[in-house]
């Protein structure tokens, strides 16, 4: 990596740009030094900044002043004051104590024999030694020059250097992230601190949209993934197609940047290509960041596009191996209940849950894993004839004994798992047809006995088996539902959901009429 | 983060430790000067270091001469030699040809009226201007001190700087790497790339013992993670206890680090403990390090140890993640197994297929698709009634038709999926009864428009319930098996995969015997 970008030349005044005059603490206990000193120096200017004076009579003066201000350039050190190497206890002071070793500190001496050149030059981390008598104002403008260049080469570096560590802080955040949701709001805070300012961030990518394909030329595929609305809580929600969101000049600007695999850059925006193994790349849309970029910021801007490139890969897997989970759990759970009635019972149960259990208050976290889990909870049902599952008429009391052993054989079949989701899972197969009063089987326990996960499928399951078409009945009308879960309020179910159920029926119904049976499942 | 490590004091003399002397390149065109500068610096030493003096006699000469060495601290630089301004020339090319902005120039003019100071110090970037007039002996002295320690101020950024870049390069890459096979080799590579030589590592978790738990206070619970024996190809052959692989001074090493959350440091290797959202943590263990670490290369070990972190538990939960999905597909296939014999055919189906697969030279993308994929290729005998599956003796042809259902009954259940792991289960499904010269169900292809997975899937089914327990058939020995292949050998099955099968017996019965179907299974 080359390290021009430090010392670009384009950039030498926009680097110091915000910054204010050179500061420059003088500390001398002779008021006259510190006349003379901004008399010579008064018109003085270096890479179109000016100097600014602070004053120090004393040691003990110093070491105050200097700590109230951790951007002073320069310390012109007067020797004796109020001691004899007072101002060698300085610049030790500003050394090991202050820690500072950015500061250029030039030793001057009215009294040479006080503090011989030779010693204090070797031994005390100063950067140039003179005598009062030897600085003429040509040569004290030469010294303050040369020594201003030095701190400037040392403070861009360093500028870099902390850029860098905050890339490394931001990318150890960014790997962190493990839900699309979260990566974009990781993304702007990161470069809020990157940059020091607030940020609107974008990423423009065709990789959710493999589908359609991208297309680097007409950028045809590629969709841009923002910030969330308030009101979205799903991913889709927050992807759109490129051409709906983009014209004009930030389009071109986004064509260049692929086209170039480069970073464009303009008054209010940047767009940063980013690097991928798969082509044809991604792009970083960045506006609202609020100074002028300097050398130094864009060549940030350019590592940390490529490990935004790197994290959203690493959330792209992820995501795609949880979807793969969750389809197969919803299509196996699918094709057991297609045995039954071809239709979307697990479906729409799983989704009941999911909403049952975010309106009863249960953390996203306990909802993902119930969600998954649920499919599985008739799993027993692969051991029980097929021909009693479908009869329509009453079942006989063997019959009915083989039925309800469907529970405990799911419980056997996924029990000696160390997966949670596949624990859950056993869990829901043993107790969903428990009851609240303790009526139900396989082992009739009730109440809070039976784990909230099973309460909450137990109501979404029989929710939806009323509401829908079995093969010993029609669906039940939404007030005969409501009527049957009042009555069975504290009986069958827990009280507490069921009161959650009733006050948000209307969106259970949603569900409902959102997800039907197809016409051929319900003859089936 | 604080910057002191940058300057620490213990570290001064390391950090220059394998450097050689301080380079001076003294350029001019009168001998004498390089004589008398020569002379007058014979005896000097900063910081432990004495001078390398390099001569150029001209303006051209230097230009050469500085291209030839990266590594020049100060130059001592005429300014009128073959031109009046051949010196300026130089200062030129070296900040911006030769792009080097941290050698520290120093003008030293015999003719001041040929370069006059204020314009040369406002206009070149140049790090001091002397008169050879002012130069005294003491006066060099000071100058070439005061430079040099500018010098090593930039230097010590810049290599704080470079490691930094390099711990973002390795965190991209670390970042990247998604199985555990492939971690531990990762961080030795960018180890070595950081310390610049040949490491071992290791890494030391509780993580991957979540079953026994980890204490912090004696380890126990905790297991080295190292790099892969040549024969070892599974995961676990590289986990073994801590208390089996480490003791003495590295054990108490480990527990200091652990128990003060730091990096112990010793002559021959390094613990870094690696700071976890989860307690209580891991370490980082180095050796074969070969060279002393300086403070910088401590702050490096440190930020790298925390990525190592982040980037392992990243490794973790997408082998969690993907753990879990096998699981879920192998109790899903074996629940719809134990429907008909409540043995493990689907589980050694499964390695069957992984096995052939790999021998036959499929990649191990490919394999690891099939392997998730096999376990629900008969999923469409949900459809077919149980008594039909698991009727002793023969089937009358319409039972057979209902059989043969279960091929495309599969394919429908799975078929509209964009999830590759789903597809190929589809096509598994509808394919694996067909047979290699075209008499297969249900679509009677032939050859190689039976997809390759299909056909390994054909042989795994065969082969497996050959040699095992069926309800209407007793166990084949591995002759008759191999008889049988021989005798199908590009009828039902595909000859180039039954070559690879004979060719390789002994691995698929150690197969059969490993995971034998248990004794009630079998009575089942």
Not at 113 to 131: C, F, L, R, T
Not at 271 to 289: K, Q
């Amino acid at each position: 990596m080359s390290d021009d970008f430090l010392f670009a030349d384009d950039s030498e005044e926009e680097e110091f740009e915000e910054r204010g005059s050179w500061k420059i603490l003088v500390v001398d206990d002779e008021p006259e030094v510190h006349a003379v000193t901004k008399l010579t120096l008064s018109d003085f200017v270096f890479q179109d900044k000016d100097l600014e004076f602070i004053s120090a009579h004393s040691g003990e003066e110093a070491k105050k002043v200097f700590l109230e201000h951790n951007d002073i350039a320069v310390v012109l050190l007067d020797v004796v004051m109020e001691t004899d190497d007072a101002g060698l206890k300085v610049a030790e002071f500003i050394r090991n104590e202050a820690n500072n070793h950015f500061t250029r500190i030039i030793l001057r001496t009215g009294q040479p024999g006080q503090a011989p050149e030779k010693h204090v030059i070797v031994n005390y981390d100063i950067n140039d030694y003179k005598s009062k008598t030897e600085l003429t104002a040509q040569k004290l403008f030469t010294v303050i020059i040369a020594t201003l260049r030095s701190y400037r080469d040392i403070i861009s570096i360093e500028e870099s250097r902390k850029g860098l560590e905050k890339i490394i802080s931001a990318s150890a955040d960014l790997f962190s992230i493990h839900s699309l949701e979260n990566f974009i709001d990781g993304i702007i805070q990161q470069l809020n601190s990157l940059l020091g300012g607030a940020t609107d961030a974008a990423y423009i990518t065709s990789a959710l949209a493999s589908a359609q394909g991208g297309n680097s030329s007409d950028l045809s595929g590629f969709v841009v993934f923002s910030g969330m609305d308030d009101e979205a809580t799903e991913v889709e929600k927050a992807v759109r197609p490129l051409e709906e969101v983009v014209e004009g000049e930030i389009l071109s600007a986004c064509k260049k940047a692929l086209r170039e695999k480069d970073v464009v850059y303009a008054d209010d925006y940047v767009v940063a290509y980013c690097h991928s193994n798969t082509e044809p790349g991604s792009l970083l849309y960045l506006s609202g960041i609020p100074r002028k970029l300097n050398s130094n910021d864009k060549h940030l801007i350019e590592i940390f596009a490529s490990h935004v490139q790197v994290a959203f890969e690493n959330v792209l897997l992820t995501k795609d191996i949880e979807d793969t989970q969750k389809e197969i759990l919803q299509r196996v759970g699918q094709a057991m209940e297609c045995q039954l009635s071809g239709g979307r019972h697990i479906e729409r149960m799983t989704i009941l849950c999911e909403l049952l259990a975010r309106e009863h208050g249960l953390s996203e976290d306990e909802i993902s894993v119930l969600k998954l889990a649920v499919p599985l909870h008739d799993i027993g049902k692969l051991r029980v004839p097929v021909e009693i599952l479908t009869k329509p008429g009453p079942l006989s009391p063997e019959e009915i004994d083989l039925v309800k052993e469907h529970a405990d054989n799911g419980y056997d079949l996924l029990k000696d798992s160390e997966k949670p989701i596949i624990k859950t899972a056993a869990m829901l197969a043993r107790q969903h047809h428990e009851r609240w009063d303790g009526t139900g089987y396989p082992q009739g326990i009730s109440g809070k006995d039976i784990n909230m996960f099973s309460r909450i499928a137990a109501i979404a399951d029989v929710y939806d088996a009323l509401r829908g078409t079995r093969c010993y009945k029609e669906p039940w009308s939404v007030e005969q539902v409501i009527e049957k879960f009042q009555q069975e309020r504290g009986k069958h179910f827990d009280p507490a959901l069921v009161d959650t159920l009733l006050d948000n029926i209307t969106k259970f119904e949603a569900i409902i009429f959102a997800y039907p049976d197809s016409p051929e499942a319900i003859q089936q």
